[in-house]
Protein backbone atom coordinates (compact mmCIF):
# COMPACT_ATOMS: atom_id res chain seq x y z
CA UNK A 1 0.00 0.00 0.00
CA UNK A 2 1.15 3.70 -0.71
CA UNK A 3 2.27 5.88 2.00
CA UNK A 4 2.08 9.67 1.61
CA UNK A 5 4.81 11.35 3.21
CA UNK A 6 1.74 13.95 3.54
CA UNK A 7 -2.08 13.86 2.73
CA UNK A 8 -4.31 17.22 3.04
CA UNK A 9 -7.84 16.52 3.62
CA UNK A 10 -9.68 19.94 1.65
CA UNK A 11 -8.34 22.35 -1.34
CA UNK A 12 -9.27 25.27 0.03
CA UNK A 13 -7.21 28.09 0.48
CA UNK A 14 -5.42 26.87 3.78
CA UNK A 15 -5.14 23.22 2.36
CA UNK A 16 -3.63 24.70 -1.03
CA UNK A 17 -1.16 27.16 0.37
CA UNK A 18 -0.36 23.99 2.90
CA UNK A 19 0.44 21.72 -0.34
CA UNK A 20 2.23 24.71 -2.38
CA UNK A 21 4.63 25.49 0.53
CA UNK A 22 5.87 22.25 1.71
CA UNK A 23 6.38 21.84 -1.89
CA UNK A 24 8.19 24.96 -2.18
CA UNK A 25 10.39 24.05 0.98
CA UNK A 26 10.89 20.30 -0.47
CA UNK A 27 10.02 19.12 -3.86
CA UNK A 28 10.32 15.89 -3.24
CA UNK A 29 7.67 15.72 -0.98
CA UNK A 30 5.02 13.02 -1.62
CA UNK A 31 1.88 14.84 -1.53
CA UNK A 32 -1.54 14.59 -2.28
CA UNK A 33 -4.98 16.69 -1.64
CA UNK A 34 -8.44 14.63 -1.05
CA UNK A 35 -11.27 17.70 -2.07
CA UNK A 36 -14.89 16.45 -1.21
CA UNK A 37 -16.24 18.81 -3.60
CA UNK A 38 -16.27 18.28 -7.99
CA UNK A 39 -13.05 20.93 -7.82
CA UNK A 40 -11.60 22.32 -5.44
CA UNK A 41 -11.34 26.31 -4.14
CA UNK A 42 -15.35 26.89 -4.55
CA UNK A 43 -15.30 29.09 -1.15
CA UNK A 44 -12.27 30.93 -2.59
CA UNK A 45 -13.98 31.68 -6.07
CA UNK A 46 -16.95 32.80 -3.82
CA UNK A 47 -14.84 35.31 -1.50
CA UNK A 48 -15.83 39.14 -1.67
CA UNK A 49 -18.92 38.76 -4.40
CA UNK A 50 -16.35 37.02 -6.69
CA UNK A 51 -13.71 39.62 -6.06
CA UNK A 52 -12.09 38.15 -3.11
CA UNK A 53 -10.78 40.21 -0.80
CA UNK A 54 -7.50 38.28 -0.31
CA UNK A 55 -6.13 39.63 2.86
CA UNK A 56 -5.65 43.28 4.45
CA UNK A 57 -2.80 45.32 5.65
CA UNK A 58 -4.18 45.87 9.28
CA UNK A 59 -3.32 41.86 9.30
CA UNK A 60 0.29 41.89 11.18
CA UNK A 61 1.28 39.41 8.78
CA UNK A 62 0.28 40.31 5.30
CA UNK A 63 3.57 40.77 4.18
CA UNK A 64 4.09 36.91 4.74
CA UNK A 65 1.07 36.44 3.13
CA UNK A 66 1.54 38.76 -0.26
CA UNK A 67 5.12 37.25 -0.33
CA UNK A 68 3.26 33.80 -0.53
CA UNK A 69 0.50 35.35 -3.36
CA UNK A 70 3.26 36.87 -4.86
CA UNK A 71 5.56 33.54 -5.22
CA UNK A 72 2.20 31.68 -6.85
CA UNK A 73 1.65 34.01 -9.47
CA UNK A 74 -1.17 36.11 -7.80
CA UNK A 75 -0.81 39.91 -8.59
CA UNK A 76 -2.87 42.24 -6.01
CA UNK A 77 -3.45 45.79 -5.18
CA UNK A 78 -5.09 48.09 -2.26
CA UNK A 79 -8.23 49.92 -2.61
CA UNK A 80 -7.16 52.76 -0.95
CA UNK A 81 -8.61 51.21 2.31
CA UNK A 82 -6.23 48.67 3.74
CA UNK A 83 -8.27 46.16 1.76
CA UNK A 84 -6.28 43.79 -0.56
CA UNK A 85 -7.83 42.03 -3.93
CA UNK A 86 -6.45 40.27 -6.78
CA UNK A 87 -5.57 43.01 -9.25
CA UNK A 88 -8.09 41.91 -11.74
CA UNK A 89 -10.92 41.20 -8.81
CA UNK A 90 -11.67 38.33 -10.39
CA UNK A 91 -11.95 35.37 -7.27
CA UNK A 92 -11.65 32.57 -9.94
CA UNK A 93 -8.53 33.31 -11.34
CA UNK A 94 -6.93 33.16 -7.90
CA UNK A 95 -8.35 29.31 -7.40
CA UNK A 96 -6.84 28.74 -11.17
CA UNK A 97 -3.38 30.51 -10.32
CA UNK A 98 -3.10 27.81 -6.93
CA UNK A 99 -4.03 24.86 -9.27
CA UNK A 100 -1.74 26.16 -11.59
CA UNK A 101 0.97 25.83 -9.14
CA UNK A 102 0.12 23.16 -7.55
CA UNK A 103 0.14 21.21 -10.60
CA UNK A 104 3.50 22.68 -11.60
CA UNK A 105 4.56 20.83 -8.39
CA UNK A 106 3.22 17.95 -9.41
CA UNK A 107 1.26 17.22 -6.34
CA UNK A 108 -2.02 15.63 -7.01
CA UNK A 109 -5.56 16.52 -5.82
CA UNK A 110 -8.41 14.05 -5.95
CA UNK A 111 -11.92 15.53 -5.94
CA UNK A 112 -15.19 13.66 -4.95
CA UNK A 113 -13.31 11.95 -2.30
CA UNK A 114 -15.30 13.11 1.36
CA UNK A 115 -13.39 11.83 4.14
CA UNK A 116 -15.51 9.96 6.62
CA UNK A 117 -12.52 8.84 9.15
CA UNK A 118 -9.14 9.46 9.93
CA UNK A 119 -7.40 7.32 12.21
CA UNK A 120 -3.53 6.30 13.71
CA UNK A 121 -2.90 2.47 12.98
CA UNK A 122 0.08 0.61 13.39
CA UNK A 123 2.23 0.76 10.33
CA UNK A 124 2.83 -3.27 9.58
CA UNK A 125 3.00 -1.78 5.71
CA UNK A 126 6.51 -0.25 5.51
CA UNK A 127 9.22 -2.06 7.25
CA UNK A 128 11.41 1.50 7.28
CA UNK A 129 8.88 3.26 8.66
CA UNK A 130 9.81 6.69 10.02
CA UNK A 131 10.21 6.79 13.48
CA UNK A 132 8.79 10.35 14.07
CA UNK A 133 8.06 12.58 17.00
CA UNK A 134 7.05 9.51 19.45
CA UNK A 135 4.65 7.72 16.59
CA UNK A 136 7.33 5.06 16.30
CA UNK A 137 5.65 2.35 13.56
CA UNK A 138 2.53 4.96 13.79
CA UNK A 139 0.74 6.24 10.67
CA UNK A 140 -2.35 7.72 9.11
CA UNK A 141 -5.61 5.83 7.57
CA UNK A 142 -7.88 8.02 5.94
CA UNK A 143 -10.93 6.74 4.73
CA UNK A 144 -13.32 8.19 1.89
CA UNK A 145 -16.92 7.69 1.56
CA UNK A 146 -16.51 5.37 -1.53
CA UNK A 147 -14.06 2.90 1.09
CA UNK A 148 -10.57 3.59 -0.39
CA UNK A 149 -7.95 3.90 1.97
CA UNK A 150 -5.40 6.18 2.00
CA UNK A 151 -2.28 6.44 4.21
CA UNK A 152 0.50 8.88 4.96
CA UNK A 153 3.17 9.69 7.76
CA UNK A 154 1.13 13.37 8.51
CA UNK A 155 -1.84 14.89 7.98
CA UNK A 156 -3.41 18.58 7.37
CA UNK A 157 -6.69 19.11 8.41
CA UNK A 158 -8.15 21.59 6.16
CA UNK A 159 -11.55 21.34 5.51
CA UNK A 160 -13.52 24.75 6.42
CA UNK A 161 -16.29 25.40 9.06
CA UNK A 162 -19.81 25.29 8.36
CA UNK A 163 -20.14 28.30 6.88
CA UNK A 164 -21.40 28.33 3.04
CA UNK A 165 -22.69 24.51 3.11
CA UNK A 166 -23.25 24.84 -0.57
CA UNK A 167 -19.68 25.31 -0.92
CA UNK A 168 -18.58 22.02 0.85
CA UNK A 169 -18.36 23.30 4.36
CA UNK A 170 -20.79 21.17 6.36
CA UNK A 171 -18.65 20.45 9.40
CA UNK A 172 -17.03 17.32 8.30
CA UNK A 173 -13.41 18.56 9.96
CA UNK A 174 -15.18 19.31 13.45
CA UNK A 175 -15.84 15.53 13.20
CA UNK A 176 -13.16 14.31 12.26
CA UNK A 177 -11.12 16.46 14.90
CA UNK A 178 -13.38 15.31 17.98
CA UNK A 179 -12.89 11.76 16.87
CA UNK A 180 -9.64 12.71 17.40
CA UNK A 181 -9.94 13.35 20.69
CA UNK A 182 -9.48 17.44 20.31
CA UNK A 183 -12.35 20.15 21.61
CA UNK A 184 -14.09 21.45 19.65
CA UNK A 185 -15.84 24.62 20.95
CA UNK A 186 -19.36 25.74 20.49
CA UNK A 187 -20.26 26.57 16.67
CA UNK A 188 -21.96 29.67 15.96
CA UNK A 189 -22.72 31.39 12.37
CA UNK A 190 -20.27 34.51 12.15
CA UNK A 191 -20.29 37.70 9.50
CA UNK A 192 -23.92 37.35 8.75
CA UNK A 193 -27.13 38.91 8.74
CA UNK A 194 -29.72 40.18 11.12
CA UNK A 195 -33.44 38.87 11.43
CA UNK A 196 -35.36 41.75 13.23
CA UNK A 197 -38.80 42.18 14.69
CA UNK A 198 -39.02 44.91 12.89
CA UNK A 199 -41.06 44.64 9.40
CA UNK A 200 -38.59 45.69 7.18
CA UNK A 201 -40.10 43.63 4.18
CA UNK A 202 -41.79 47.48 2.58
CA UNK A 203 -37.68 48.85 2.85
CA UNK A 204 -35.65 45.63 1.66
CA UNK A 205 -33.08 46.47 -1.09
CA UNK A 206 -32.22 49.99 0.73
CA UNK A 207 -29.06 50.64 1.20
CA UNK A 208 -27.30 53.36 3.01
CA UNK A 209 -24.62 55.05 4.82
CA UNK A 210 -24.39 54.65 9.32
CA UNK A 211 -23.11 54.29 12.04
CA UNK A 212 -24.62 50.66 14.03
CA UNK A 213 -24.62 50.15 17.88
CA UNK A 214 -25.09 46.79 19.40
CA UNK A 215 -26.81 46.82 22.39
CA UNK A 216 -26.56 43.56 24.95
CA UNK A 217 -29.32 44.31 27.65
CA UNK A 218 -29.78 48.14 26.75
CA UNK A 219 -25.76 47.80 27.35
CA UNK A 220 -23.52 48.90 24.29
CA UNK A 221 -21.55 46.45 23.39
CA UNK A 222 -19.83 47.61 19.89
CA UNK A 223 -20.65 49.77 17.25
CA UNK A 224 -19.39 49.79 13.34
CA UNK A 225 -19.89 52.42 10.57
CA UNK A 226 -20.45 51.48 6.81
CA UNK A 227 -23.57 50.49 4.50
CA UNK A 228 -26.33 48.94 5.85
CA UNK A 229 -28.70 47.06 3.74
CA UNK A 230 -32.30 46.44 4.93
CA UNK A 231 -33.67 42.82 3.79
CA UNK A 232 -37.05 41.07 3.87
CA UNK A 233 -36.44 39.98 7.18
CA UNK A 234 -34.05 42.39 8.77
CA UNK A 235 -30.64 44.07 8.05
CA UNK A 236 -27.43 42.85 6.40
CA UNK A 237 -24.30 44.89 4.99
CA UNK A 238 -20.51 44.83 6.12
CA UNK A 239 -20.99 46.65 9.47
CA UNK A 240 -23.98 44.26 10.81
CA UNK A 241 -21.62 41.17 9.89
CA UNK A 242 -19.15 42.55 11.97
CA UNK A 243 -21.54 42.96 14.89
CA UNK A 244 -22.79 39.63 14.83
CA UNK A 245 -19.53 38.42 16.11
CA UNK A 246 -20.35 39.98 19.36
CA UNK A 247 -23.48 38.34 19.28
CA UNK A 248 -22.60 35.48 21.97
CA UNK A 249 -24.95 35.78 25.00
CA UNK A 250 -28.09 34.28 24.59
CA UNK A 251 -31.07 34.65 24.23
CA UNK A 252 -30.41 36.71 21.27
CA UNK A 253 -33.86 38.81 21.90
CA UNK A 254 -31.49 40.31 24.61
CA UNK A 255 -29.94 42.33 22.10
CA UNK A 256 -30.92 45.57 20.19
CA UNK A 257 -29.51 47.92 17.51
CA UNK A 258 -29.73 51.23 16.91
CA UNK A 259 -28.82 53.05 13.63
CA UNK A 260 -27.76 56.70 13.21
CA UNK A 261 -28.47 57.53 9.65
CA UNK A 262 -25.96 60.70 9.89
CA UNK A 263 -22.46 59.60 11.55
CA UNK A 264 -20.50 62.72 12.44
CA UNK A 265 -23.56 65.11 12.17
CA UNK A 266 -24.27 66.40 15.99
CA UNK A 267 -25.66 69.38 15.04
CA UNK A 268 -28.78 67.56 13.17
CA UNK A 269 -31.21 69.36 15.33
CA UNK A 270 -29.90 73.08 13.77
CA UNK A 271 -29.92 70.71 10.19
CA UNK A 272 -33.15 69.66 10.44
CA UNK A 273 -34.57 73.14 11.54
CA UNK A 274 -33.14 75.09 8.82
CA UNK A 275 -34.66 72.38 6.11
CA UNK A 276 -37.78 72.75 7.45
CA UNK A 277 -37.80 76.36 7.30
CA UNK A 278 -36.27 76.39 3.71
CA UNK A 279 -38.38 73.42 2.85
CA UNK A 280 -41.25 72.31 4.73
CA UNK A 281 -42.06 69.40 6.95
CA UNK A 282 -43.03 67.31 4.06
CA UNK A 283 -40.01 67.60 2.19
CA UNK A 284 -37.42 67.59 5.23
CA UNK A 285 -35.76 64.06 4.51
CA UNK A 286 -35.28 65.02 0.68
CA UNK A 287 -32.00 64.01 -0.27
CA UNK A 288 -31.31 63.04 3.35
CA UNK A 289 -32.61 59.54 2.59
CA UNK A 290 -33.78 57.51 0.10
CA UNK A 291 -37.46 57.40 -0.68
CA UNK A 292 -38.86 54.26 1.10
CA UNK A 293 -36.50 55.24 4.03
CA UNK A 294 -37.84 58.70 4.56
CA UNK A 295 -41.51 57.82 3.92
CA UNK A 296 -41.41 54.88 6.70
CA UNK A 297 -39.37 57.41 8.84
CA UNK A 298 -42.28 60.21 8.01
CA UNK A 299 -45.25 57.49 8.43
CA UNK A 300 -44.02 56.64 12.09
CA UNK A 301 -43.62 60.33 13.26
CA UNK A 302 -46.44 61.49 12.21
CA UNK A 303 -43.95 64.57 10.82
CA UNK A 304 -43.46 65.50 14.17
CA UNK A 305 -39.68 66.91 14.05
CA UNK A 306 -38.55 65.76 17.32
CA UNK A 307 -39.21 62.40 16.75
CA UNK A 308 -37.91 62.46 13.13
CA UNK A 309 -34.78 63.85 14.62
CA UNK A 310 -34.29 60.59 17.27
CA UNK A 311 -35.21 58.35 14.16
CA UNK A 312 -32.36 59.55 11.91
CA UNK A 313 -29.78 59.50 14.59
CA UNK A 314 -31.02 56.25 16.78
CA UNK A 315 -33.46 54.05 14.51
CA UNK A 316 -34.30 51.09 16.83
CA UNK A 317 -33.89 47.42 15.75
CA UNK A 318 -34.95 44.68 18.29
CA UNK A 319 -32.93 41.44 17.75
CA UNK A 320 -34.98 38.11 16.51
CA UNK A 321 -32.25 36.17 14.94
CA UNK A 322 -28.89 35.54 12.98
CA UNK A 323 -28.98 34.78 9.27
CA UNK A 324 -27.78 30.39 9.81
CA UNK A 325 -25.39 28.97 8.33
CA UNK A 326 -26.30 29.57 4.32
CA UNK A 327 -25.89 32.94 4.74
CA UNK A 328 -22.90 33.23 7.36
CA UNK A 329 -19.19 34.00 5.78
CA UNK A 330 -17.42 32.63 8.35
CA UNK A 331 -17.67 30.42 11.69
CA UNK A 332 -17.32 31.06 14.96
CA UNK A 333 -16.33 28.28 17.61
CA UNK A 334 -13.81 25.27 16.68
CA UNK A 335 -11.16 23.50 17.39
CA UNK A 336 -9.46 24.94 20.75
CA UNK A 337 -6.35 27.30 20.15
CA UNK A 338 -4.79 26.25 23.33
CA UNK A 339 -4.83 22.67 21.80
CA UNK A 340 -2.31 23.44 18.33
CA UNK A 341 1.07 24.95 18.37
CA UNK A 342 0.81 28.68 17.03
CA UNK A 343 4.22 28.56 15.13
CA UNK A 344 3.48 24.75 13.03
CA UNK A 345 -0.23 24.52 13.39
CA UNK A 346 0.28 21.19 14.80
CA UNK A 347 -1.91 19.38 16.95
CA UNK A 348 -0.69 19.32 20.82
CA UNK A 349 -2.63 16.08 21.12
CA UNK A 350 -1.35 13.90 18.32
CA UNK A 351 2.29 14.46 16.34
CA UNK A 352 2.02 14.72 12.78
CA UNK A 353 -1.75 16.05 12.44
CA UNK A 354 -2.04 19.71 11.59
CA UNK A 355 -5.13 22.03 11.98
CA UNK A 356 -5.63 24.76 9.88
CA UNK A 357 -7.79 27.17 8.09
CA UNK A 358 -11.17 27.65 9.20
CA UNK A 359 -11.52 24.26 11.04
CA UNK A 360 -9.58 26.44 14.45
CA UNK A 361 -11.39 28.56 16.52
CA UNK A 362 -10.34 31.68 14.93
CA UNK A 363 -12.95 34.53 13.10
CA UNK A 364 -11.80 37.76 12.29
CA UNK A 365 -13.95 40.95 10.45
CA UNK A 366 -15.08 41.55 7.06
CA UNK A 367 -12.12 42.93 5.31
CA UNK A 368 -9.75 39.85 3.95
CA UNK A 369 -8.94 38.92 8.06
CA UNK A 370 -10.18 35.38 7.45
CA UNK A 371 -8.65 34.57 4.27
CA UNK A 372 -5.32 36.19 5.87
CA UNK A 373 -5.90 33.32 8.47
CA UNK A 374 -6.41 30.44 6.30
CA UNK A 375 -3.29 31.70 4.02
CA UNK A 376 -0.82 32.32 7.50
CA UNK A 377 -1.94 28.82 8.97
CA UNK A 378 -1.41 26.92 5.37
CA UNK A 379 2.18 28.59 4.96
CA UNK A 380 2.63 27.81 8.35
CA UNK A 381 1.75 24.26 8.22
CA UNK A 382 3.47 23.43 5.03
CA UNK A 383 6.80 25.06 6.13
CA UNK A 384 6.33 22.44 9.77
CA UNK A 385 5.46 19.33 7.17
CA UNK A 386 8.77 19.34 5.58
CA UNK A 387 10.47 18.99 9.10
Given at each position: ???????I???????????I????E????D?????K??????K????????????????????????F?Q???????D????????????????V???????????T????????K??E????N????????????????????????????H???????G?????????G??F??A??L?H??N???????????????????????????????K???????E?????T?????????Y????Y????P??S????????????N???????R??????????????K??L?K??????????????????S??????????W??????R???????????????????N????????D??????????????????????????
Amino acid sequence: MKIYDGIIIGAGAAGMSAAITAKQENPNLDLVILEKMDRPGLKVAAAGNGRCNITNKNCPDYISTLKFLQSVGIMTRDDGNGWIYPYNEEAKSVVAALTERIKSQNTQIFCGKRVKSVEIIENNMDSGARHQKGQRNKIFQIEVDDGTKYFAHKVVLSTGGKSGPKLGTTGDGFVIARNLGHTVNTLVPSLTTVETYEDTAYIAGVRAKASVTLFFKGIPVAAEEGEIQFTEDGVSGICIYNLTRYMTGLPLESYSLEVDFFPGIWNIEEVIADREALMGRNALLLTMLKKPLRKLIMDQTGGNVKEIIRLVKSFPLRVKNLGGWRKAQVTRGGVDLHEVSHDTMESALINNLFIIGEVLDYDGPCGGFNLNHAWQTGIKAGRAMTE
